[in-house]
């Protein structure tokens, strides 16, 4: 990914959503649809932690979700392949951001890592698992060098549970309960705060690491 490409990832982040889809083509009649919130918290909610420190992301969101498009509560257990991207950037100078993911040990609690990844030096998708109708995913980031930092999380669609697999949700997927320290954007980069919008917020986290 070149410089210009990460760039729009930062200003315009997930305005389309990095999207986890099925593998396979099916043909289903009638399918319903659904679209869900679900939130990720970072902590310790600081702006700055230390190199070899532990940055958490945890998920815990009941599978009983209200439906965003009726307002209805809707049991969606059982889920398969929801999934979320995770991105780190690093802003380099004035005009250079590249990715960071390798600056980075990243220890999944909860959850599973997929091997492949389609930038595998910015980010790295994971599966957000289930327990007892909770969603789950718990990841431990730990920094192996200083620097200037963002992360940023996906959405998800065509998610169907395992019992329906023509029955498709999209997922919105956001920090929730967490300071994102805006205004490090602002002092590293003013031009892309100017441009980061509504859907762009939710998605992303920024820190240092000393």
């Given amino acids: 990914m070149g410089t210009s490409s990460k760039l729009i990832l930062v200003v315009a982040i997930f305005a389309t959503?990095?999207?986890?889809?099925?593998k396979k083509k099916l043909i289903c009649a009638d399918a319903n649809?659904?679209?869900?919130?679900?939130?990720?918290?970072?902590?310790?909610d600081k702006d700055s932690i230390h190199v070899s420190d532990t940055l958490w992301l945890e998920c815990n969101s009941p599978s009983n979700l209200k439906d965003l498009l009726s307002?209805?509560?809707?049991?969606?257990?059982?889920?398969?392949?929801?999934?979320?991207?995770?991105?780190?950037?690093?802003?380099?100078?004035?005009?250079?951001?590249?990715?960071?993911?390798r600056n980075f040990s990243i220890n999944v609690i909860k959850g599973t890592q997929f091997n492949s990844s389609s930038d595998p030096t910015s980010n790295q998708e994971y599966l957000i698992t289930e327990e007892n109708k909770i969603f789950k995913l718990k990841l431990a980031i730990i920094p192996k060098d200083t620097g200037r930092f963002v992360l940023t999380i996906s959405n998800a669609s065509g998610?169907?549970?395992?019992?329906?697999?023509c029955t498709k949700a999209a997922f919105e997927?956001?920090?929730q309960n967490t300071n994102q320290h805006f205004y490090l954007l602002q002092l590293w980069r003013p031009d892309l705060y100017l441009t980061l919008d509504a859907l762009g917020k939710p998605k992303v986290y920024y820190f240092k690491v000393y």
């Fill in 17 to 22: 959503t990095i999207s986890s889809t099925c």
């Fill in 159 to 165: 998610i169907h549970r395992t019992n329906d697999v």
């Fill in 71 to 101: 307002g209805d509560m809707i049991d969606y257990s059982g889920v398969k392949n929801l999934e979320t991207v995770l991105t780190l950037l690093q802003f380099q100078n004035a005009t250079n951001v590249q990715g960071a993911i």
């Fill in 33 to 44: 649809s659904y679209s869900f919130q679900i939130g990720i918290s970072a902590y310790p």
């Fill in 173 to 175: 997927i956001d920090f």
